[in-house]
């Protein structure tokens, strides 16, 4: 049985799931290959009409990981993504795809990446089951005989059993995205790429998409995921990338995200400057004097070490605080408060 | 889809046809590769079961096919054209009928056009499925080729379904290929319950025997039978050509009416054109000047001229269109 199962609260209508049949084995956790799962080199996209959508981007999406792709609404993330599956070609620039060059590569390594690219698209006067048996009979890589099997385990995996006759066109929003994801995970593959997976879901629908990230990514599965909501990812991914106006303009773990972010320490007290002059000895750069209260960039130092040298020197304290940048203003320092504002 | 490729810089090659032999590639075997262990146990193996099943093969594009024309024949809208195409023949038979002249006047000397085959149907009920080919041929098969071909790409792109064929992945080259031959097997469906009803129509309305053709012989009913089988496969090629058309016009667009809508337009305007005395020297050359060429089919002895000049007008015009949507098709962007 794959561990890539949605909860039962996304499966509203699911039935017993009964055995998996075997087209969705386990796989080593690390599949061997190049180290990047993803990698481009100067990849620039300018449109007909002169615009720069993509400029000069230097992806580096490591094996295994699960790498949010950020960026406001108009920042190129889906351009970008459109290049990487091979629907538009490239200004400039290369890509290659699992190690293989893309757009030259597509059929051959297309089969090992599964995708969900601005929503949901079927065929609203087929059913459920048949649109999967089209974009499985699409495939040229897999058999006819274990079709059946492959579209029952992807319909079981995302709880749309039941609703596997209805036609599609019937299927609600919610649905419409568990069968597209259900798509993306019809054969095995070594990469994921959702774009906006979470575009018009209500919160437990976007609480489902992420736990189905997580256990995608808990099958070695590299996940490559975009959002214009930092907080929507932020919480899965181990890596980020950060689109402004159509560059790359950070990119690294998560963590080394969160680093950016030092935190300062506020002191609320009657006597600022005293207090400036005890941080200043401590060590910490430049402590800003404000009205009864005092703050500075905390560094390396302790804050109970801070309290202590307070006390000591006799400076009257009324409140002690440690605050970190959220991860949210500092998406927000990158690419800009506006949407669209810059385009 | 809209071609948004930078002029500056070279446009990147359009993607490799699928072959049945694809090489191996240069990296990454695939994670599910429990073979590669046995393959190579010193150097990292340069083949993977992927790249051994990934070549898309005959026995594959088969099964695409087969998905293609049950997708496109059981589709409701679909069912009800060929519904409305076989309405046609069985109005027409018993319109002719109400008007016939009574006795009728069976051998009434060659003739040409469809006025030739009016006088021959009284006569023998064969004659109405060149009746009903000839007037269908006009407009309402031109049009039921046109919603098909021109839905074909602009269809897939206006419900999105176009980039995940793509990325699924189908192969640009081989989803043309799998559209263009069911875009084929529509006009044969299409041309084939036209003279198939006619035939039944025309049985059961006016006499059947032995057929008297317009230069005035009488062939066996067997022999008038073959004719109209000939008929039949002249105007599915006249129509697959038609189709090509269609299917390029269809890599331009996301908007299935309006390539729907660009063939016919072109249609008609060939007719109109090919109609005009001062055009005549171009007339040769308009996708529609050759599709009533099949009367020939209908004298003894046959006159295969100007048939080989219809089938060649027909073969060029396919091939043409089939290139110009290839060329498209594999070097333009995907943006629905």
Known sequence: MSATKLPTSMGGARLPAGEAPATHTPRPPSPPGPELAIASSGLTKRFRGGQLAVDHVDLAVPRGSVYGFLGPNGSGKTTTIRMLLGLAFPTSGSAQVLGVDMPAGAVRVLSRVGSLVEGPAFYPYLSGWDNLARYDAADGSVAARTAKARIGTALDRVGLTAAAKKKFRNYSLGMKQRLAIAAALLTPRDLIVLDEPTNGLDPQGTREVRALVRQIAADGITVFVSSHLLAEIEQVSTHVGVMRTGKLVFQGELAALRRTAAPRIAVRTPDPTAAAEVLRKLGLPDPAIGDEAVTAELGDVQPESVTAELVKAGVRVRGLTVESASLEDLFVGLTGEGFDVER | ?336
């Open chain 2, 1 to 336: 889809m809209s071609n948004a490729n930078n002029l500056e810089t070279p446009r990147p090659a359009p993607p490799q046809p699928p072959t049945p032999v694809s090489p191996p590639a240069p990296v990454s075997p695939p994670p599910s590769a429990p073979v590669s262990t046995s393959a190579s146990t010193s150097a990292p193996t340069t083949t993977s079961p992927n790249q051994e099943i990934s070549p898309v093969g005959r026995h594959f594009t088969m099964r695409f096919l087969r998905n293609e024309l049950r997708i496109t024949f059981f589709r409701r809208r679909n069912q009800l054209l060929l519904l409305v195409v076989a309405l046609f023949p069985l109005l027409i038979g018993i319109g002719l009928k109400a008007a016939a002249p009574h006795g009728g006047g069976g051998g009434s000397g060659p003739g040409s056009g469809s006025a030739a085959f009016f006088n021959q149907l009284a006569g023998n009920g064969v004659f109405l499925t060149f009746i009903a080919l000839s007037l269908l041929l006009i407009l309402v098969l031109p049009v039921v080729v046109a919603i098909l071909a021109g839905d074909s790409i602009a269809g897939e792109a206006g419900y999105g379904t176009l980039r995940y064929l793509l990325t699924v992945p189908a192969g640009r080259t081989r989803l043309l290929l799998v559209k263009y031959a069911t875009i084929v097997a529509w006009c044969v469906a299409a041309v084939f319950i036209v003279s198939v009803t006619a035939l039944v129509v025309g049985s059961i309305l006016f006499p059947v025997g032995p057929v008297t053709l317009l230069s005035g012989t009488t062939v066996s009913l067997a022999d008038g039978l073959v004719r109209v089988l000939w008929v039949t496969l002249y105007i599915c090629a006249a129509m697959a050509a038609i189709g090509a058309i269609g299917l390029a016009i269809s890599t331009f667009t996301e908007h299935a009416i309006g390539a729907i809508a660009a063939v016919m337009i072109l249609v008609v305007a060939s007719e109109v054109i090919d109609n005009i005395p001062q055009f005549a020297t171009v007339a040769p050359y308009l996708p529609t000047h050759w599709w009533n060429s099949f009367d020939s089919l209908l004298r003894t002895p046959i006159d295969t001229t100007t048939m080989w000049h219809g089938l060649l007008s027909f073969l060029v015009y396919a091939a043409l269109f089939v290139s110009i949507a290839w060329a498209r098709f594999t070097s333009s962007d995907v943006t629905s």
